[in-house]
């Protein structure tokens, strides 16, 4: 920090403009090394939501592998249940869910217990919502097509989930300003970056990088700049019918790019089978099923007529 900045003037007073400026400088650079991202209890919650889908996501894709080269179920890894019932990890994502919540309000806890009860709350979240589709269709779709919502459902949590405790600081924007005296300004210079390319995006159809933009101003700007999303209000308002930016941005998101978006579901998620929802049968991709489609059951053939 130079000290001419902060140097005194006649009166003994320190030059608030200079400091002003100086303050500015230093909070634009707060903001691209990432300091205004808070590590609190929404951000246990986070890692327990994403920590629970990438072990739960591992688990699957090793008992289907297993299931499919034909070898039998053993170890610790494989579907749990119970009396003849196959009991799906959502059920543990919801009771831990239940139990954790219940001790957040009971216990109103502080400190490390609270980080502890959120990281537990938040791997409840990822295993629950790791079978969102089940809930959408109440079919059991896990590795089905209709299964990658899954996949998007989990992104949406996490993107919210580290987006929460910024929205709320916002909200305390008049508050903050107040404590701030003649450097109140500083305050709505933060709020200004955050809000209005996060408000851009969202008009541009861009949800995720409005959430990741609160958390992370850079990477709303760079959004805001971007081409809007076809059918978004800004594509639709203020690209003109044969514009050049609505060619481009028909180009950029077409058919290709549902296509990259499907393979990276497919590479967090696995692969789905080709499989119509509303089918009666047991769970998809669990080792009892998979080994019973392998044999392939053909009609008896009727005697040829005499």
Not at 9 to 15: I, S
Not at 17 to 27: I, K, M, P, Q
Not at 179 to 189: N, R, S, T
Request: proline residues 4%; charged residues 20%.
């Amino acid at each position: 920090m130079p000290s001419s900045l902060l140097a005194p003037t006649d009166d003994g007073e320190f030059d608030s403009d200079g400091l002003g400026w100086l303050f500015l400088r230093e909070l634009l650079q707060d903001v691209l090394k990432g300091d205004f991202i808070v590590i609190g209890p929404a951000m246990w919650v986070f890692l327990g939501v994403l920590g629970a889908f990438v072990v739960t996501r591992g688990i699957t894709r090793f008992i289907r592998r297993r299931s499919a080269s034909g070898a039998q179920a053993s170890g610790p890894i494989k579907d749990i249940t119970v009396g003849g019932v196959h009991l799906h990890h959502q059920v543990f994502g919801i009771t831990l869910m239940f139990l954790t919540g219940l001790l957040l309000v009971a216990t109103t806890p502080g400190g490390a217990l609270l980080d502890v009860l959120a990281l537990l709350f938040g791997v409840g979240v990822g295993l629950a919502f790791d079978e969102f589709a089940l809930w959408l269709h109440l079919d059991d779709v896990y590795w089905s097509e209709q299964g990658r919502k899954s996949i998007d459902a989990v992104a949406i949590v996490l993107v919210l989930t580290a987006s929460v405790r910024a929205i709320l600081d916002l909200l305390q924007v008049f508050e903050t300003s107040a404590e701030m005296g003649d450097f109140a300004w500083l305050v709505w210079v933060l709020v200004a970056i955050t809000v209005i390319p996060a408000v851009i995006c969202l008009v541009k159809g861009k949800l995720v990088t409005a959430a990741l933009g609160i958390v992370y101003q850079p990477v709303g700007i760079v959004g805001a700049f971007r081409l809007a999303k076809p059918g978004s209000p800004w594509s639709r308002y203020l690209y003109g019918t044969n514009s050049r930016r609505r060619r481009r941005s028909d180009r950029r998101f077409n058919e290709n790019y549902s296509a990259r978006l499907d393979r990276w579901r497919d590479l967090v998620g696995g692969t789905p089978e080709n499989r119509a929802v509303g089918a009666s049968d047991n769970r998809v991709g669990s080792e009892t099923e998979n080994r019973a489609v392998e044999t392939v059951i053909t009609p008896a053939q009727s005697d040829p007529p005499t």
